[in-house]
């Protein structure tokens, strides 16, 4: 998800394989520039506004089109997607086609499917994300719709969803983070965060077991204050602290698991890799001058060795070894976000293709894992921002971008 210029005052919460231009500055560093798109559109469908006005019902003039990170429900070819007409949106994986959508659970937040059979959605609602909603997948009907308990919570997300606990993790506005129970929508267990900054993190807090659920807490609408953010892990049954970390000035994006250690980005551009069973610091890499607000994914290589790939506000996807954040190599595929780029799409992997598809301020860029080559590119002459979503067969990639529209590719 990349950050816009928000107008709101936030409180404390929570193909074919083309050429390969290689134009190296270093054995590590590389620019890509692909003249023509090479990956093939399957559809484009509108799924909101792709301007604003008074009577389009966006948020306000500086969200448009969507941000939000869609949800395919495989079992039932099916994906679903929010934007900021404050809709949610169920359609044909394959086609696009419209089964149904929903007014009031949109926006930028990242729907949830329940992981067990998928069928239920969870998200929040009311556009600032008054409620957090549970809908049925089938039919788009409302559920329930529970409310934060904390007076000023002005923003609630639905993390992740432990159908084996019957609960899905929420944050809010407020610092609290919240285990909601699934059948009622009642407040499970509250824990609070202690931090002056939003939880971003809870777009996907993380399972390091069956037991446990990592945050990242403490982010900021302005993006270069300091907040003190943090990653805190809790015991998902009873939500007392399992161990927390200081990580940085803001975090915005949800922590990743390895074999041995869970990674968050910051925005002052720095990496943190943490030892999974007590949260002791094993790494802190700076990557560059650019805010890391995407999700990390960890990887192996073919030579078995773990590698952990982030994007940043600089333009640049990074490959850091997962033992010690040293650099394995670094592509540019985008200006910086002052000149009016940056990345800020967590990557999606393609196992059969070996390589990671995320989105990018024109379009989706494909890289090799082995070798930060870009192989390929589809232009949509927009910010996509959102993360893309693979489908189980590796066929169907689909993505949300800020012209309002969803793309659905074939790979």
Known sequence: MMMKKKLISLCCIFSTVSSKTNLRSSTHEKFFQLADSNLKMAYKVLIGCNGWSLTKECWNPFFVGSDSSPAISDAHDEVIVGSYDNFIYNLNL?????????????????PKLSPSDGSFIYAWGNLQGATLDKINRSDG?????????????????????????????????SGKFYAVNTFDGSIAWTYDMGCKGEMWGTLGPLSISDSTVCVGAGGNAIPYLNMDAKLVCLDKASGNLVWEAPAGKQIQSRPSLGSELIFVGDYSGHLFGYETSTGKLAFDSKLGGGILEGSPIVLNQQSGNEIVLVDSWDGLIYAVNAQDGSLNWKTQVAQSKNDGGGLGSSPVYHTGRKTVFFGQPSGISELEIESGLQVGFFETGVQCGSSPALSKD?????????????YGIHV
């Open 94 to 110: 394959q086609t696009g086609e419209l089964n149904w959508k929903t007014k009031g659970s949109g926006g930028e937040d990242s």
């Open 394 to 406: 590796e066929t169907m990639l689909v993505i949300a971008c800020e012209d309002g529209y969803l």
């Open 141 to 173: 009907r409302l559920i329930w719709s529970a409310k934060s308990p904390s007076g000023n919570a002005d923003i609630t997300t639905a993390g992740a969803v432990d159908d084996s606990l019957s609960l899905v993790f929420a944050g809010t506005s």
